[in-house]
């Protein structure tokens, strides 16, 4: 005969080696998945993140810009803009002064791949891209210089005060980012530098205008500023053209006039967000008539980079063409 005991004894049962193995199998496998999708999700959601404050930055500097350049040329009375207008809406010459203004450093003028750059806040061409057809030269970023005479009081792109009549001045260049991190290599901002003067008895290179600075930031994390003008000729035909390309145009006949300008920026994102296909720096970008790549200079990878375009009607330059 048995007890109750060596019953209970019996009939009690475990886990076997086997069945044991299984279940830890099936636990890290549940494991590897959950924490895959996790993984998933984080990278999915830095990419969007990054995407979205590429677009909020570029559109807030682009939308700036385009405010400023729709008010070039204001209150002249003259519409044919050119590099020979005085008071013209796009500074490209030291004619587009009145003969009050001393001479200003050609790096503060709208400048281009071509031109001779300057130093320290005056154009320097800084980018990060190069040519595909020259992969170890960098191709230099374009400078775009406006001006418009204020119909009213207010405040210009630095936040410097103006009044009434005065000619506000504003350039738009790449520079060096001072307050960037160490491991974000080259960091280039898109600024706005500008100033203002009279339209008598002014030097417009003198520190009371603010002229010629390192300029407030409009956008953070630009490779590559391009400008073009949409130029018009006496028989309606209109193509687009670089700067200094239009510098170098003779000045007889008289160059075409100008009636738009396009912009394109290529930018990145402000915080890296791993590697894929998506952000290989080794790919091509399209800036406007410029195919680049970014430039094996040190710059960092895992950034998702993107390229912004903004065509802007001179609406102050449209009048007769004999005018």
């Known amino acids: 005969m ?33 924490l895959l999708l996790f993984l998933t999700g984080q990278k999915s959601y830095s990419m969007q993140q990054g995407t979205a404050d ?10 700036f810009i385009t405010q400023g350049v729709r008010l070039a040329n204001l209150n002249n009375r003259k519409a044919f803009v050119n590099d020979e207008l005085v008071s013209g809406g796009l500074v490209l010459s030291q004619n587009n002064f009145n003969s009050s203004v001393a001479e200003v450093p050609a790096q503060l003028l709208s400048a281009s791949d071509g031109d001779n750059a ?10 990060n891209v190069a040519l595909t057809t020259s992969a170890d030269v960098l191709l230099a970023s374009d400078q775009l210089v406006i001006q418009y005479v204020a119909q009213t009081s207010g405040r210009d792109c630095e936040g410097n005060d103006y009044t009434s009549g005065q000619i506000v001045i504003e350039r738009y260049f790449l520079r060096t980012d001072a307050n960037a991190e160490t491991r974000e290599g080259n960091a280039l901002a898109l600024v706005c530098d500008a100033g203002q003067y009279n339209s008598t008895n002014n030097n417009l290179t003198s520190v009371e205008v603010g002229f010629g600075g390192a300029g407030q930031i409009l956008m953070k994390r630009v490779d590559y500023f391009r400008v073009l003008l949409g130029v018009e000729n006496t028989t309606g035909n209109k193509r687009y053209i670089g700067i200094s390309e239009y510098s170098a145009l003779p000045a007889t006949p008289p160059k075409p006039r100008i009636v738009s300008v396009s912009l394109g920026i290529l930018a990145r994102s402000t915080q890296a967000v791993g590697e894929d296909t ?10 406007l008539d410029r195919t680049v790549r970014v430039h094996a200079d040190g710059n960092p ?17 449209l009048g007769a063409r004999d005018q």
């Open 118 to 127: 300057g130093v320290n806040n005056q154009w320097r061409g800084l980018s």
């Open 54 to 63: 590429l677009q909020d930055n570029a559109n807030f500097g682009l939308n």
């Open 301 to 317: 990878t895992g950034y998702v980079r993107q390229v912004i375009t903004q065509e802007i009607a001179l609406r102050n330059g």
């Open 278 to 287: 998506v952000i290989n720096p080794d790919q091509t970008f399209n800036v």
């Open 2 to 34: 048995y007890c109750d005991g060596d019953l209970l004894m019996k009939i009690q049962k475990g886990f076997t080696l086997v069945e044991l193995l299984v279940a830890l199998t099936l636990g890290l496998m549940i494991t590897a998945t959950a």
